[in-house]
């Protein structure tokens, strides 16, 4: 386990994920139910989500160095144009998402508000970009478990910053201009995946 896998893993996928459906399915939850309890079931979520990443990732490894390298810089490269064409398009369609996760929630109390988050969180979050980038910085590093606590706990986080301080960053910060850091750094990591390759 290497702590700096464990950091570049954590920043990338938190970067990725702040201005991401994420944060407004876990502020539009938050505000209906107990925060904790929605902490909890989206957590339980994102749990699965970066064990099956991981997973592939793993799988992945035991490709040609080369094939793997090549395919998580394109991947990176293509999370970069995913997150360029959602800031463009998420001003727009900010308040619509809010009233779309509002309307899936429902009623629930106790339990149920654990089991409704985590449904709400595995269905949108499924394929995303997070799982994505995952898969590729496991590959890429071969240090499942860095990538696992690194990706793990920036959803953690992402997912805590909402329940707790959602509606205040969500005034202040602009999410279209969180979406083009993101893509900034997907950049970056693509970048550095081909400088690693030729070295």
Same mark, same amino acid.
């Given at each position: 386990m290497d702590l700096v896998v464990i950091a570049l893993s954590f920043a990338a996928i938190f970067v990725v994920e702040l201005p991401d459906k994420t944060f407004i399915a876990t502020l539009v939850l938050s505000t209906k139910f107990r925060p904790l309890l929605?902490?909890?079931?989206?957590?339980? #979520?994102?749990?699965?989500?970066?064990?099956?990443?991981?997973?592939?990732?793993?799988?992945?490894?035991?490709?040609?160095?080369?094939?793997?390298?090549?395919?998580? #810089? /394109?991947?990176? /490269?293509?999370?970069?144009?995913?997150?360029?064409?959602?800031?463009?398009?998420?001003?727009?369609?900010?308040?619509?998402?809010?009233?779309?996760?509002? #309307?899936?929630?429902?009623? #629930?109390?106790?339990y149920k508000v654990i089991l409704t988050s985590f449904l709400v969180l595995f269905a949108a979050e499924w394929g995303d970009l997070s799982q994505l980038l995952t898969i590729s910085l496991v590959a890429k590093y071969d240090d499942p478990?860095?990538?696992?606590?690194?990706?793990?706990?920036?959803?953690?986080?992402?997912?805590?910053?909402a329940v707790i301080v959602g509606r205040v960053l969500i005034a202040r910060i602009r999410l279209s201009l969180l979406h083009y850091l993101g893509a900034g750094v997907c950049v970056l990591m693509a970048c550095l995946t081909v400088w690693e390759m030729t070295r």
């Open positions: 929605v902490w909890i079931g989206v957590g339980l #979520a994102f749990l699965v989500q970066t064990l099956v990443a991981v997973g592939l990732g793993k799988a992945a490894s035991f490709l040609p160095e080369t094939v793997v390298h090549v395919a998580a #810089a /394109l991947m990176f /490269l293509v999370g970069a144009i995913i997150l360029l064409r959602e800031a463009r398009a998420h001003e727009a369609a900010e308040g619509e998402e809010e009233e779309d996760y509002a #309307a899936k929630a429902g009623e #629930a109390q106790g478990v860095g990538v696992f606590l690194g990706a793990w706990g920036a959803l953690l986080a992402v997912s805590g910053l």
